[in-house]
């Protein structure tokens, strides 16, 4: 059985999502996968990222990761999205490119793939569930197959979202717990997938 192909989509404005996003390719690769990291393109006018000089840093830091196309979702079993909240939503950016997903939905090419989420907020509760959820709402659509963390493992009782790994970004970067959660959350999509694909070839 060939590995399973494992695309991380996200989008990091200032670089919390990223280094979740490492992580989860990390735990990815370590339960066999074949991942492609890649970040959607960032649409937001200089003068507003001029205006923040993490935002800009993370861009330059960054520079070296591909960006995502629709073609990494057509190779991919599974996707993993990362987004930090706006407002209890996905970030614009990451929509744009889930926007312009609609011909590969038509041709049905977005079915039946694993799907799952995690994301980050500034202030506890500050959208974190909604976010996930509402990624979930694009998910059906595409008749794709959630796969949550849930509570399978230690890690999310310490970590306690079910619907995918989230941090505060107002308590500093990631810490071990958000990362192991990352880490863990991306086995248990390609321990998934894998059965899956494992299933359909017998």
């Known amino acids: 059985m060939a590995p399973v192909n494992l695309a991380i989509i996200y989008y990091s404005a200032t670089g919390t999502i990223h280094a979740l996003a490492r992580a989860a390719a990390e735990g990815a690769e370590k339960a066999g996968a074949h991942v492609r990291l890649r970040k959607v ?11 923040n000089p993490a ?13 995502a196309g629709l073609d990494d979702l057509v190779w991919a079993d599974a996707v993993l999205f990362g987004t930090p909240t706006r407002f209890g939503n996905p970030a614009s950016q990451l929509r744009a490119f889930i926007d312009a997903t609609g011909p590969l939905w038509f041709q049905g090419m977005l079915a039946d793939k694993v799907y799952s989420a995690f994301t980050a907020s500034n202030t506890a509760h500050g959208g974190q569930e909604s976010t996930i959820l509402a990624l979930g709402n694009t998910f059906y659509h ?3 197959i959630i796969v949550p963390p849930g509570y399978t493992d230690p890690i999310q009782f310490q970590s306690g979202n079910p619907y995918g790994t989230s941090h505060v970004t107002g308590d500093g970067a990631p810490g071990e717990v958000p990362l192991d959660a990352a880490r863990y959350q991306a086995r248990r999509v390609v321990d998934t997938a894998a059965s899956l694909k494992a299933g359909r070839a017998a």
């Open 142 to 144: 595409w008749g794709g």
């Open 55 to 67: 935002w800009g840093q993370h861009i330059e830091d960054t520079a070296d990761v591909v960006q």
């Open 41 to 51: 393109a960032e649409t937001a006018p200089p003068e507003a990222i001029s205006a």
